[in-house]
C-alpha cells in the first residue's frame, strides 16, 4: 500500500495494471478513517452549528465529487472510484501532516512569541480547519486526477 508517493500511484492508476485488492485496501482505511471522524466530531455543539458543519460538508464534498468525475471524464474515462480512493487516501495523508505540522508551528509561535487568543478547541476553529483541508483535499486530487486521466487543459 502506497501512502506517500503520489507519482508511483498515479502511474500504477495509469497503467491499470493493479489487482482488485490493491483498491480494496485502500477502500478499507478509507471507510475506517470515515468511521473514526464520525465517532470523534460527535461533539456536544448546539443545533445550528452542527446543521452549518454538517451542509457545509455535505456540500463540499458533492461538489468536489462532481469536479473529480467531470475531470475523468474528460479524460480517459476509466477507473473513478480506484483513482479516487489511492489517490484521495495520500493525499488526505499529506494535507493531514501539512496541517499538524502548521498546528504544531502555530501552537509555538503562539506560545513562546506571540499571544494570538485563539480559541483552538472551539467550534469556528474546527470548522475553519475541516473546510480548509477538504477544499485543500479536492483542489489537489483535480490536479492529481488531470495526470492520471490525460485530461488536456
Not at 503520489?6 to 485502500?26: C, H, M, Q, S, V
Not at 460538508?57 to 479524460?75: A, F
Request: without cysteine.
Amino acid at each position: 500500500m502506497i501512502l506517500f508517493d503520489l507519482k508511483k500511484a498515479e502511474t500504477i492508476l495509469k497503467k491499470g495494471d493493479y489487482p482488485t485488492r490493491f483498491i480494496f485496501n485502500y477502500f478499507l482505511v478509507h471507510s475506517l478513517i470515515l468511521t473514526f471522524a464520525f465517532f470523534v466530531i460527535s461533539q456536544d455543539y448546539n443545533s445550528w452549528l452542527l446543521f452549518l458543519d454538517f451542509s457545509t460538508g455535505i456540500l463540499t464534498t458533492l461538489l468536489g465529487l462532481i469536479y473529480l468525475y467531470n475531470l475523468n471524464e474528460k479524460g480517459d474515462k476509466k477507473s473513478f472510484l480506484d483513482r479516487y480512493f489511492v489517490l484521495g487516501l495520500i493525499i488526505s495523508i499529506r494535507v493531514l501532516l501539512l496541517f499538524l505540522i502548521l498546528f504544531v508551528a502555530f501552537a509555538f509561535l503562539d506560545e513562546l512569541l506571540f499571544d494570538f487568543n485563539i480559541d483552538t478547541k472551539g467550534f469556528w476553529f474546527y470548522y475553519t480547519l475541516t473546510f480548509v483541508s477538504t477544499l485543500l483535499i479536492y483542489i489537489l486530487l483535480g490536479r492529481s486526477f488531470k495526470r492520471v486521466a490525460n485530461v488536456k487543459v
